[in-house]
């Protein structure tokens, strides 16, 4: 156990400033709930206004304690809070967590508190957890400094889970929901605001204790995206896998930014893409958290690039197991149908003959334990399949022994094994965690816990940099200039003053576009600063006169028109939190209404970017579709590549960058227009 580690989950001393003498009130709990529990190690409360606290005595302040504590937990009020903060750093106490808030979440004034405390941290060796964080409990080690009132109770289960939440609350609800379902936890902690320590940075102390065999968050944010990844990558190395919720899924948090590349990227969309480049597996409910560890666990990764995973769905009732496949098929889960040699199989050996379908329905005939074990025996064995999910009816509830059995027999076989019982059958539930089966009270937590285990896939390493603050936009012309430098094609361009009075020869033929060349304008089209289709001299002139009148831009960029089998978007971005992106989407001046893309995080391979384009809607017309001509793929491929590399190029950081439209043709692609703001 690291330093920083004992310090947080096994500290041998502890003080709690603020500790009130009513057990009934928040700041009375920790010092009640780390007696109850049998810590072992020693406790000072600490009160300036009492001699004792709920029978002990109670110190006026740390410097009063016999011993610099360990870990020190402040339960006072803001002001109080910030000058224990304070005291600990100048007496050299390692590790404090504060539940006061007060801090960000109130404005300005609140900013200024966090401020203030990093600076006081900044200048010792003491870490922070929280403010606003309701504890850091060890299970194992009965140190429960914690305020949360769902630690009140005894006989807590200790697992090998550990549980981190932006929320405190979370961690009551971890426990007593877990609890509920047999499921145990070895530690958990409320990080709060993350002044200082994060998500990231206190699982990573835990990545590697023996007792620990992986991670449940609850995430509010991302931000800290950087620890959060560092961690997820040694987790995934050391075989401990991550199950997050995070909130977020609505479109009111989107963010706007210059380029179509901000606002087609919202904030679910970045958590989705950043979770999954991290190897975190994501789920959609608070159900599919609790109880969908123990399928993850029994799960492991594939390498990006590996065949998708396939799940059978084997039942004894055809309705209950739709409310499975339902949900499954919303997550964008196939249900594979079995081979015809596993039916023949299945037929051999159980008698029961499976109308050939995705569901593998063994009908009433299921509800008997050689039916069920033999399919499950055969199923768990098919190559076709990488798991299996259960779905018993009612048999489940009184006669567990029919068809539940077979189930808790198969706990042990070579493929995973989720199950979903229709009914309430709390016994059987019983029996089925006592195994080790992962198993789900509702079909949307079933469905839920099986996509996210199915859809994850092993991290990719953070190679990308950042930009520091806010740089100025490039024109059209300076634009290409970097994708020159990038390597994607871009149509031939002339800049022109608009003031000429005669039309100059250009190096290409008419017809041709012309647009306004201003570093100042994002959008040309939104404010009359394109004019396409000019036939000869004497249009040009009178394009540039009309765009030099609707925009007041002293130049504009001539260029050819330029065909294609298809438009599309290419977007990258630096995102505040999780750090550069890349985007193709459906392309042209309704590329934000279509809200057609594919998101990663920058930069990608040639495998991910063909990956990406097949994700695009947009995109699959021009494969050829229905006999249509067929587009440049490996060339749009190419250029998705060459812009991510924005994440590693050497010079000034670009901060976003789109070419919008991209024209794909049947041999090469070709950027007509083009955005970039440095970093």
Same mark, same amino acid.
């Given at each position: 156990?690291?330093?920083?580690?004992?310090? &947080?989950?096994?500290?041998?001393?502890?003080?709690?400033?603020?500790?009130?003498?009513?057990?009934?009130?928040?700041?009375?709990?920790?010092?009640?709930?780390?007696?109850?529990?049998?810590?072992?190690?020693?406790?000072?409360?600490?009160?300036?206004?009492? $001699?004792?606290?709920?029978?002990?005595?109670?110190?006026?302040?740390?410097?009063?304690?016999?011993?610099?504590?360990?870990?020190?937990?402040?339960?006072?009020?803001?002001? *109080?809070?910030?000058?224990?903060?304070?005291?600990?750093?100048?007496?050299?106490?390692?590790?404090? #967590?504060?539940?006061?808030?007060?801090?960000?979440?109130?404005?300005? %004034?609140?900013?200024?508190?966090?401020?203030?405390?990093?600076?006081?941290?900044?200048?010792?060796?003491?870490?922070?957890?929280?403010?606003?964080?309701?504890?850091?409990?060890?299970?194992?080690?009965?140190?429960?400094? #914690?305020?949360?009132?769902?630690?009140?109770?005894?006989?807590?289960?200790?697992?090998?889970?550990?549980?981190?939440?932006?929320?405190?609350?979370?961690?009551?609800?971890?426990?007593? =929901?877990?609890?509920?379902?047999?499921?145990?936890?070895?530690?958990?902690?409320?990080?709060?605001?993350?002044?200082?320590?994060?998500?990231?940075?206190?699982?990573?102390?835990?990545? $590697?204790? @023996?007792?620990?065999?992986?991670?449940?968050?609850?995430?509010?944010?991302?931000?800290?995206?950087?620890?959060? +990844?560092?961690?997820?990558?040694?987790?995934?190395? =050391?075989?401990?896998?991550?199950?997050?919720?995070?909130?977020?899924?609505?479109?009111?948090?989107?963010?706007?930014?210059?380029?179509?590349?901000?606002? &087609?990227?919202?904030?679910?969309?970045?958590?989705?893409?950043?979770?999954?480049?991290?190897?975190?597996?994501?789920?959609?409910?608070?159900?599919?958290?609790?109880?969908?560890?123990?399928?993850?666990?029994?799960?492991?990764?594939?390498?990006?690039?590996?065949?998708?995973?396939?799940?059978?769905?084997?039942?004894?009732?055809?309705?209950?197991?739709?409310?499975?496949?339902?949900?499954?098929?919303?997550?964008?889960?196939?249900? #594979?149908?079995?081979?015809?040699?596993?039916?023949?199989?299945?037929?051999?050996?159980?008698?029961?003959?499976?109308?050939?379908?995705?569901?593998?329905?063994?009908?009433?005939?299921?509800?008997?334990?050689?039916?069920?074990?033999?399919?499950?025996?055969?199923?768990?064995?098919?190559?076709?399949?990488?798991?299996?999910?259960?779905?018993?009816?009612?048999?489940?509830?009184?006669?567990?022994?029919? %068809?539940?059995?077979?189930?808790?027999?198969?706990?042990?076989? @070579?493929?995973?094994?989720?199950?979903?019982?229709? @009914?309430?059958?709390?016994?059987?539930?019983?029996?089925?965690?006592?195994?080790?089966?992962?198993?789900?009270?509702?079909?949307?937590?079933?469905?839920?816990?099986?996509?996210?285990?199915?859809? +994850?896939?092993?991290?990719?390493?953070?190679?990308?940099?950042?930009?520091?603050?806010?740089?100025?936009?490039?024109?059209?012309?300076?634009?290409?200039?970097?994708?020159?430098?990038?390597?994607?094609?871009?149509?031939?361009?002339? *800049?022109?003053? %608009?003031?000429?009075? #005669?039309?100059?020869?250009?190096?290409?033929?008419?017809?041709?576009?012309?647009?306004?060349?201003?570093?100042?304008?994002?959008?040309?089209?939104?404010?009359?600063?394109?004019?396409?289709?000019?036939?000869?001299?004497?249009?040009?002139?009178?394009?540039?006169?009309?765009?030099?009148?609707?925009?007041?831009?002293?130049?504009?960029?001539?260029?050819?028109?330029?065909?294609?089998?298809?438009?599309?978007?290419?977007?990258?971005?630096?995102?505040?939190?999780?750090?550069?992106?890349?985007?193709?989407?459906?392309?042209?001046?309704?590329?934000?209404?279509?809200?057609?893309?594919?998101?990663?995080?920058?930069?990608?391979?040639?495998?991910?970017?063909?990956?990406?384009?097949?994700?695009?809607?947009?995109?699959?017309?021009?494969?050829?579709?229905?006999?249509?001509?067929?587009?440049?793929?490996?060339? &749009?491929?190419?250029?998705?590549?060459?812009?991510?590399?924005?994440?590693?190029?050497?010079?000034?950081?670009?901060?976003?960058?789109?070419?919008?439209?991209?024209?794909?043709?049947?041999?090469?692609?070709?950027?007509?227009?083009?955005?970039?703001?440095?970093?």
């Amino acid at each position: 156990m690291t330093p920083l580690a004992q310090y &947080l989950f096994a500290p041998k001393s502890v003080a709690i400033v603020g500790q009130s003498n009513d057990a009934t009130k928040t700041a009375g709990r920790p010092l009640k709930y780390l007696r109850q529990a049998g810590f072992a190690g020693r406790i000072y409360p600490v009160n300036a206004r009492r $001699d004792e606290v709920l029978g002990e005595r109670a110190f006026p302040s740390l410097a009063a304690l016999p011993e610099v504590p360990e870990h020190v937990y402040v339960v006072a009020n803001t002001d *109080a809070t910030i000058e224990a903060i304070e005291e600990c750093g100048r007496l050299g106490v390692p590790v404090v #967590t504060a539940l006061a808030n007060g801090f960000s979440e109130t404005g300005a %004034a609140g900013h200024a508190r966090e401020a203030r405390l990093r600076e006081v941290l900044a200048k010792t060796k003491t870490r922070l957890v929280g403010p606003s964080s309701l504890g850091i409990v060890d299970m194992r080690h009965k140190s429960f400094l #914690t305020a949360n009132a769902a630690f009140d109770e005894p006989d807590l289960p200790v697992g090998r889970i550990f549980a981190a939440s932006h929320s405190g609350g979370m961690i009551g609800t971890f426990l007593s =929901r877990g609890k509920a379902r047999g499921i145990g936890y070895a530690g958990l902690v409320s990080v709060g605001n993350e002044v200082d320590l994060s998500i990231g940075e206190i699982c990573a102390a835990t990545l $590697d204790d @023996p007792g620990i065999d992986g991670y449940v968050l609850f995430l509010e944010s991302l931000r800290k995206a950087d620890a959060l +990844r560092a961690f997820a990558l040694e987790a995934h190395k =050391r075989g401990k896998p991550v199950l997050a919720y995070k909130l977020g899924r609505s479109e009111a948090g989107r963010e706007l930014a210059v380029s179509h590349t901000g606002a &087609l990227a919202g904030e679910d969309d970045i958590a989705d893409v950043f979770l999954a480049e991290c190897g975190i597996a994501r789920v959609d409910t608070l159900e599919g958290l609790i109880e969908g560890f123990p399928l993850l666990a029994k799960m492991p990764a594939p390498q990006r690039g590996a065949r998708r995973l396939a799940a059978a769905v084997v039942t004894t009732t055809a309705g209950g197991a739709t409310m499975v496949v339902d949900p499954l098929a919303s997550r964008g889960i196939e249900v #594979t149908q079995p081979s015809v040699q596993t039916l023949q199989r299945i037929k051999d050996k159980t008698g029961v003959e499976v109308t050939p379908a995705r569901l593998t329905d063994l009908t009433l005939a299921g509800a008997q334990y050689d039916v069920m074990k033999g399919a499950l025996d055969i199923l768990t064995t098919a190559p076709e399949f990488d798991m299996v999910v259960v779905v018993v009816g009612s048999s489940a509830r009184f006669y567990p022994h029919l %068809a539940v059995k077979p189930i808790v027999d198969s706990a042990n076989a @070579p493929k995973p094994i989720a199950v979903f019982l229709v @009914p309430e059958a709390p016994d059987a539930l019983a029996q089925l965690s006592k195994a080790g089966v992962p198993s789900f009270h509702t079909p949307e937590a079933c469905a839920d816990a099986v996509a996210a285990a199915l859809k +994850r896939r092993a991290p990719t390493p953070a190679t990308a940099r950042r930009p520091q603050g806010e740089g100025r936009m490039l024109d059209e012309l300076e634009a290409y200039t970097l994708l020159d430098k990038l390597g994607v094609p871009h149509a031939h361009s002339v *800049a022109l003053d %608009a003031g000429i009075a #005669t039309a100059p020869a250009l190096p290409f033929t008419y017809p041709v576009a012309v647009k306004a060349l201003s570093a100042a304008i994002a959008h040309k089209s939104d404010v009359g600063g394109v004019v396409l289709n000019v036939r000869d001299g004497a249009a040009l002139l009178v394009a540039i006169k009309q765009i030099a009148q609707a925009t007041q831009a002293p130049r504009v960029l001539v260029q050819p028109m330029t065909a294609g089998l298809g438009e599309v978007l290419i977007g990258y971005r630096v995102d505040a939190d999780v750090g550069p992106l890349v985007m193709i989407a459906a392309g042209g001046v309704l590329a934000e209404i279509y809200r057609d893309r594919s998101l990663r995080l920058a930069p990608v391979d040639l495998e991910t970017a063909r990956e990406m384009i097949g994700e695009v809607a947009a995109v699959k017309a021009l494969n050829g579709y229905r006999g249509k001509p067929r587009g440049d793929l490996d060339a &749009l491929a190419n250029a998705l590549v060459a812009l991510s590399r924005l994440a590693v190029m050497d010079g000034p950081a670009v901060a976003e960058a789109e070419v919008n439209p991209l024209m794909v043709q049947a041999n090469g692609v070709v950027a007509v227009d083009a955005l970039v703001r440095m970093g």
